[in-house]
């Protein structure tokens, strides 16, 4: 046992610390840090920016852009860029699509998308979710059918995140409709440009546009772009899950949170009530950072620690109470959430403005990648043995 | 950063472990010794002591083995594991801990080396039911008034450890023989004895110099103490959980095994996050002890008191629930562990850490539970 990290962290520590407080725009780390949302413009630059310092992929293969860190390192390494405001580099790239490729992808398929992968050239969509295969992925029914040398994909995808901005979405498709079902599924990537997909929003409760649905009407998909062996979908769909687990517990924003109930309270600050939730929830976080410590400490080989679903599951419902705390302390200088400031037409701070879509969008944390239902069974049943 | 016992704090655990379970591997063993005074295993407490336990924490000058809060933690979490009646963090880890921390060279090689071989069982008098107990110079020693209670283990300590009020206002820490004092012990519901207390112009002896401000130190070992505490609770809840989980598996109601229904399954899949989340903090805790930082362990000691705390009374309470009614019965292990739980978060006194961890929010922008480094 050991508290104190090694000197070759230490220095590790800094020398992350040093380079996102340096190389990556400080307008876009304030942004980040007061909880404004970014143009799609910001985001590709921040990760152009981490990518040119080799520090966009250090997840990936070496030979593709990897740091061969230990998983502690990885973790500092995500935990500095939270702290530093520096916007994580965008996960459907570097910790989704990105791996599956460089694990299963032909060399072709490598040299063609890893680097733009990386780089942020490609933005790159999900396409998993359908209106009836959510938490049971395996219910989905978006076809591809094999038609000369293309695919022929018909279907629809739903809760694509960021979907508008996407140059490539990465799907599972049903290719063979006799297999038993998660059989019969293989991975397809698609130009969102191609004839045949077309993009719809989908309005949700904090008002804002995050996500969307994504139809396939005969979309030709060249054969070369699928990912692995026919029918080997299911395979990587549960390699990309496994590694999107990883590092899932949001520390670092949920600290900025509290930091910022601590800011903005002012003279409230002076009630003990508060005080105690401020200070109960700062001591779950606590538990929570140090059981990642553990977890990372353990993860062999990148394959991830079976406690790791406590981490999601705690996690997200640390996330949510802490945008409640900041919900309760904008009271009702959170209904200024559509004003415009700029043009005179609110009194009410930033973080009050934003603080109840945050609460409204935060519900989805305990949904999305697994719900915590989905992680409590996981728990019952492959740790408990139950 | 490491969390992980190195291979001698493995073999430290394992042979504890071994000890405990030739005695309490069958629950009904420790019924039937803490139905008897003094409530726990003279022989076994002898065999602890001829393996090196009850010296553990102290410096082998003062005639211990030199081994830190890690191990002490390691020790605690296996009596927890059996609810081991025996007085380890009573009379080595609090009694002990704060002679190591006041007591003279001389004191320490007499108090801690009788400790440390089994001869002499120790007791801290900290808690007052009323008026703080006084002490009044009177030439070479000292004299004590006052009651203090609950003194853990008080009834069977041959020699206790009493904080009590200076003429000047100070804290002192006073030596004072068990059969010097008029002594009530009783039991308490966890199994555990305890005892009133009652110094009337009783002879004491300073512990350590009798100048020195004896508040901070009665602090500090109340925060080692509370640490490991927490270990012990986590060796309870660990027990809680598994005996739980075995117990859906098995038992049957309208015709199936219980873990056919999944809102059982998900009240047990909480315990373990609430399990994890507290050895995580607790084992941090330790860790921050080893650091030898008294300021840092006190806040440790809060948030791991807070956490722990927490986590065993969901554990506790929801293994009770899930069990059903035999849980509530006294020859069935689960339900006297929660009371054992419920003992350990409270006997240490002083025990509101959220209160305490609310007063010192605006001390820091964001924890950081990895220290900088000092150069």
Known sequence: MRLELSAEDQAFRKEMREFFTTQVPEEIRTAVLDGRELSKEQVVESQRALNAGGLAVPGWPVEWGGRDW????????HEEMQAAGVPLPLPFNTSMIGPVIAHFGSQEVKERFLPPTANLDIWWSQGFSEPDAGSDLAGLRTTAVRDGDDWVVNGQKTWTTLGQHGDWIFTLVRTDPEAKKQLGISMLLIDMTSPGVEVRPIQLIDGGHEVNEVWFTDVRVPGENLVGEVNQGWTMAKFLLG?????????????????????????????????????DLENELLALELTTLRVVAHSAGGAPHPASS?????????????????????????????????????????????????YLNLRKASIYGGSNEIQRQIIARTILGL | MDFTYDDEQIALRDAVRGLLARKYSDFEQR??????????????????????????????????MGAGPVEVAIVATELGRVIAPEPFLSSVVLAGGLVALAGT?????????????????????????????TATPSGDSWTLSGVKEPVVHGARADQVVVSATRPDGS??????????????????????????????????????????????LLEQALAGARIAACHEMLGGMEVALSATTDYLKSRKQFGVTLNTFQALNFRAADMYVSLELARSTALWASMVHATGDAAATREAAARAGLHVGKAARHIGQDAIQLHGGIAMTAEYLVGNITARLTVLERFLGDGDHLSVLAAGIDDHAALDPIPEPTA
């Open chain 2, 105 to 133: 060279p001389e004191q320490r090689t007499e108090v801690l080396g009788s400790l440390a071989s089994g001869e002499r069982v120790l007791a801290l008098a900290h808690l007052e039911p009323g008026d703080p107990v």
């Open chain 1, 243 to 279: 590694n999107e687990r990883v590092g899932v517990a949001p520390v670092g924003s949920v600290k900025r949170m509290l930091v910022r109930a601590k800011q903005v309270g002012g003279d409230r600050l002076a009630d003990p009530l508060l005080r105690a939730r401020i200070a």
């Open chain 2, 31 to 64: 019924r039937r010794q803490v139905a008897e005074d003094p409530g726990f295993d003279e022989s076994l407490w002898g065999e602890l002591a001829e393996m090196g336990v009850l010296g553990l924490p102290f410096s082998e000058d003062d005639g211990g």
């Open chain 2, 171 to 216: 804290l002192g820490l006073f030596l004072v023989e068990g059969d010097a004092a008029t002594r009530a012990g009783y039991s308490s519901y966890d199994g555990g004895r305890a005892a009133r207390i009652s110094f009337e112009d009783t002879t004491a002896v300073a512990l350590g110099d009798p100048e020195t401000d004896g508040a901070p």
């Open chain 1, 310 to 358: 406590v981490l999601k599951l705690r996690g997200t419902e640390l996330q949510q109470a802490a945008s409640e705390l900041l919900l309760d302390l904008a009271g009702p200088q959170s209904l200024a959430s559509g004003a415009d400031p700029d043009a005179g037409g609110t009194d009410a701070p930033g973080w009050a403005r934003r603080a109840a879509p945050t």
């Open chain 1, 70 to 77: 230990s998983q502690l390192q990885r973790h500092l390494w």
